[in-house]
């Protein structure tokens, strides 16, 4: 079986590890988490890109045979470079989720959270409006829930007001789906929802990205030879710390060893 490389700047990326993991068990995978350097959003392009290519290289001398971007700051400034500097696949985060928010929305009014650097980029409005080019999109950058995930800090009053004050300037713009565009956000999915109400559809990046995963395997079934053993998965960080391992415990629903790389 062709095994997977999943990076992010820290512990968002295992939300797409989990979907990878319940959408396709046979496939081994391994995982890292820059924990040391996260987070990736409020860096430049250029630092988060030389990121991206050592954490890509870690993964491939791991054994990595297809690399999943699982941080959309990283997905949305260095994806170039990875396809011009590695000749594995590489699948990042904001198309699947753009294409599935093109698919769900009524209205065409889109609204988009990430990070600085995933929000500064514009790929998101650019990959919509290639879609859909009436699609009004609306974007807010919220550079505190990355650490606030980070730190655990996933139900705490003060993260709910953080959330709102967020979420304000999107509410008064009646839009109908919402892109979590950070693989962070998965775990704030019910505030977030709370926050901007039930009508409003949520789009999950780490989902999406599993079921493009999916279907780029249907597209490529040479790249899996089943080898009948149960397959290896492994987390690798760059920092071991308590709030990490609470974390992935938390994602994954059960004990998660992660390994300090
Ligand atoms: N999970 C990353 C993302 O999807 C967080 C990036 C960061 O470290 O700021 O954007």
Redesign the pocket.
């Given at each position: 079986m062709i095994m997977i490389g999943i990076f992010?700047?820290?512990?968002?990326?295992m939300?797409v590890a989990r979907a990878v993991e319940q959408l396709l068990p046979e496939l081994p995978l391994v995982y890292y988490g820059?924990i040391a350097?996260?987070?990736?959003?409020?860096?430049s392009a250029a630092t988060i890109i030389n990121y991206s290519l050592e954490n890509t290289e870690f993964l491939l001398k791991q054994g990595a045979e297809l690399i999943i971007i699982?941080?959309?700051?990283?997905?949305?400034v260095a994806t170039e470079a990875l396809r011009q500097e590695f000749k594995v696949p590489i699948i990042e985060?904001i198309s699947p989720a753009a294409a599935e928010a093109v698919r769900q929305s009524r209205s065409g009014r889109i609204g988009i959270i990430?990070?600085?650097?995933?929000i500064r980029s514009g790929v998101y409005e650019q990959t919509i409006r290639e879609l859909a080019p009436d699609s009004q999109v609306v974007t807010q950058a919220c550079?505190l829930l990355?650490p606030l995930?980070?730190e655990g800090w996933t139900n705490r009053q003060e993260t709910k007001m953080i959330i709102r004050r967020y979420l304000h300037p999107l509410k008064d713009q009646q839009i109908d789906t919402l892109i979590l565009?950070?693989?962070?956000?998965p775990v704030l999915k019910e505030l977030i929802q709370h926050r901007i109400g039930r009508r409003v559809s949520l789009i999950d990046?780490s989902i999406e990205t599993a079921k493009a995963l999916q279907r780029f395997l249907a597209h490529n079934p040479d790249l899996i030879k089943s080898t009948g053993s149960s397959p290896n998965h492994s987390y690798f960080v760059s920092d071991l710390t308590d709030a990490a391992q609470a974390m992935a415990r938390k994602i994954f629903q059960r004990p998660v060893e992660l390994r300090l790389a």
């Amino acid at each position: 079986m062709i095994m997977i490389g999943i990076f992010d700047s820290g512990i968002g990326g295992m939300t797409v590890a989990r979907a990878v993991e319940q959408l396709l068990p046979e496939l081994p995978l391994v995982y890292y988490g820059d924990i040391a350097r996260t987070p990736y959003g409020s860096k430049s392009a250029a630092t988060i890109i030389n990121y991206s290519l050592e954490n890509t290289e870690f993964l491939l001398k791991q054994g990595a045979e297809l690399i999943i971007i699982a941080c959309n700051s990283a997905s949305s400034v260095a994806t170039e470079a990875l396809r011009q500097e590695f000749k594995v696949p590489i699948i990042e985060v904001i198309s699947p989720a753009a294409a599935e928010a093109v698919r769900q929305s009524r209205s065409g009014r889109i609204g988009i959270i990430g990070t600085r650097a995933t929000i500064r980029s514009g790929v998101y409005e650019q990959t919509i409006r290639e879609l859909a080019p009436d699609s009004q999109v609306v974007t807010q950058a919220c550079p505190l829930l990355v650490p606030l995930v980070e730190e655990g800090w996933t139900n705490r009053q003060e993260t709910k007001m953080i959330i709102r004050r967020y979420l304000h300037p999107l509410k008064d713009q009646q839009i109908d789906t919402l892109i979590l565009g950070c693989t962070h956000y998965p775990v704030l999915k019910e505030l977030i929802q709370h926050r901007i109400g039930r009508r409003v559809s949520l789009i999950d990046s780490s989902i999406e990205t599993a079921k493009a995963l999916q279907r780029f395997l249907a597209h490529n079934p040479d790249l899996i030879k089943s080898t009948g053993s149960s397959p290896n998965h492994s987390y690798f960080v760059s920092d071991l710390t308590d709030a990490a391992q609470a974390m992935a415990r938390k994602i994954f629903q059960r004990p998660v060893e992660l390994r300090l790389a």
